[in-house]
């Protein structure tokens, strides 16, 4: 018997011991062959609604049932509560790890990947492979700095204030890295016993992304499955893993966990069939489809693109995710407006410093502050998501909604813009651009109105941003793999991310925007002439014009 397998089967018998309940109709097999380590298979048809297995509370890994929470008579767990869900976490998991045998989830901790080796998330991949992924923004996402300065952190001044100094030599930075890995691969959100209703059981599940909230410093790492090691692909519940380090847990309503098999569940944003539901003393993974016979049975990590699968799980799905997007850089939108105002105003010196005094204007909008209850950071943000089939982010229509407004504005009566420029300090500057802010999104918000002139723009900035790629790729002369293999070249696997991402930007040009409504049928958005929206803009300015006209004819 292979050590693996050997693992495997003091897992399960471990499994079998602890949990209430293990349905017949599921076993863990070995699917390294298809590059996927453990999984979770049906070996009977199984119903959806079903439980596939189920287990207490105490059987999780995290703060409240840690070995560390229990030591110091409750001194520890006064530390812990104090800290981040990653910081506790990853002290908890450390002397888990360190305990060995004497823990008493070692059979589970050990088929878990514990060398850098077992891993080949983007944290792991060299620079000169990195590189392969230009110019996708997944590049600012890998962290690498925020872990060390995690890191720092916690070693060695909480290892001494939990009074487990020895953790101090163990939990090196290798070591640390490895282990923000797994509970970046692994670990679920699982909300406390006492704010789950009986309604909440019934439809929570653990691929839920709004607990974290996206913060200052991000904690990003991942893990993959090892083909020799037999490290297993697996995911966070719900997909997310920015925290905020002033954020500390005795404010939460969750704790960050690790989750005994249900983590053993591989995930397809296609393929999913499974999910991880919890009440007041328990969690059940049931079957939300039915699942015959020989099927895997899937988790889900949330709704991620091929990119961010990479980054945080270490592999892709083919040909890409269910829920592709490409991240469009502010940067680039700016940039074709600095551009089109020199253009257009090419005897105006600073006209490109107009684009940069508008976007400060929408940054401080008070009005968008009140109206955007949803939308924390308003719409000036550093990237937004194009997604296939043609859907855009709000923030991202509005923004190039009133730049290509104020465009068509300023065009309109050059001599104006001059003397707007000229004071561009002045309140009748600020006055107009935040009129057109108020105009823009009150057509949006009440019927979904674009411009000709928006379409055009939106159109030279997606060409703009397909042509920072690679021309292999942006014309489409990449030939996709059938299948993903952990032996594929980190090139290919870079441009299987390129390809997804020129496919969604390219949706765009093909004419998938604007995208149909799945209830009316109808496109979501109405495309009308530049100077319906000009008329309303302007209205107030060629009132005053009209004004200042009439008192000349009557001098």
Request: glycine residues 4%.
């Amino acid at each position: 018997m292979s050590e693996f397998a050997k693992r495997t089967n003091e897992f399960v018998d471990w499994v079998h011991t602890n949990f209430q309940l293990i349905s017949s109709k599921v076993k863990v097999l070995d699917l390294r062959s298809r590059s996927q380590g453990r999984g979770l298979t049906a070996v009977n048809d199984i119903a959806e609604g079903e439980t596939l297995f189920e287990f207490t509370r105490d059987k999780v890994i995290n703060v409240d049932s840690a070995a560390l929470t229990q030591l110091n008579n409750g001194e520890n767990e006064s530390i812990l509560i104090g800290l981040g869900q990653w910081e506790a976490l990853i002290l908890c998991l450390a002397y888990e790890l360190m305990l060995g045998e004497k823990s008493k989830w070692y059979p589970y901790l050990k088929i878990l990947p514990q060398e850098e080796s077992q891993f080949t998330t983007l944290m792991f991949w060299k620079d000169e492979e990195l590189e392969y992924l230009s110019p996708s923004c997944v590049l600012d996402r890998i962290g690498e700095d925020a872990v060390e300065q995690l890191y720092h952190k916690l070693v060695p001044q909480y290892c001494t204030k939990l009074h487990v100094p020895e953790m101090i030599k163990f939990l090196t930075f290798k070591k640390f890295r490895v282990i923000g890995s797994l509970i970046m691969s692994y670990s679920f959100d699982v909300d406390h016993a006492e704010v789950i209703t009986e309604e909440e059981y019934e439809n929570n599940s653990s691929n839920q992304d709004d607990k974290i909230e996206a913060a200052e410093v991000e904690y990003r790492l991942g893990e993959t499955k090892g083909e020799e090691s037999g490290s297993d692909e697996q995911g966070e519940g719900n997909g997310s893993e920015e925290y905020d380090l002033t954020e500390c847990i005795r404010n939460d309503t969750y704790l960050k966990s690790m989750v005994p098999l249900a983590d053993t569940l591989n995930a397809n944003t296609r393929l999913v069939n499974a999910t991880l539901h919890y009440d007041h003393e328990k969690l059940a993974m049931k079957a939300i489809k039915n699942i015959k016979k020989g099927e895997q049975i899937y988790n889900t990590y949330g709704e991620l693109p091929n990119s961010e699968i990479l980054r945080k799980y270490g592999y892709i799905e083919l040909p890409s995710s269910a829920a592709e997007f490409v991240d469009l850089p502010l940067d680039l939108i700016i940039d074709h407006y600095k551009i089109a105002f020199s253009k257009a105003f090419p005897n105006i010196k600073n006209a490109p410093a107009v684009v940069d005094r508008i976007l400060d204007i929408i940054k401080n909008s008070d009005y968008l502050e009140e109206t955007l209850v949803d939308s924390d950071g308003g719409i000036v943000i550093d990237k937004y998501e194009i997604y296939a089939k043609g859907e855009l982010l709000p923030e991202f229509v509005l923004m190039l909604l009133i730049f290509s407004t104020l465009l068509g504005s300023f065009k309109s009566d050059f001599k104006w813009f001059r003397r707007l420029v000229k004071h561009s300090k002045k309140r009748e500057f600020d006055i107009f651009v935040n009129r057109t802010i108020v105009k823009c999104y009150q057509l949006l918000e009440e019927r979904s109105i674009v411009t000709n002139s928006f379409m055009e723009d939106l159109k030279n900035i997606i060409i703009g941003a397909i042509n920072r790629y690679p021309q292999n790729i942006r014309k489409g002369e990449f030939h996709f793999p059938e299948s993903f293999t952990l032996k594929l070249s980190k090139r290919d696997i870079a441009n299987i991310i390129l390809s997804d991402e020129v496919t969604c930007l390219k949706d765009i040009l093909n004419g998938s925007f604007p995208p149909v409504s799945d209830t009316t049928g109808k496109p979501k958005y109405t495309i009308i002439e530049d100077e319906k929206l000009l008329k309303n803009v302007l209205k107030r300015k060629l009132q005053e014009d009209e004004r200042r006209s009439h008192k000349r004819r009557r001098a």
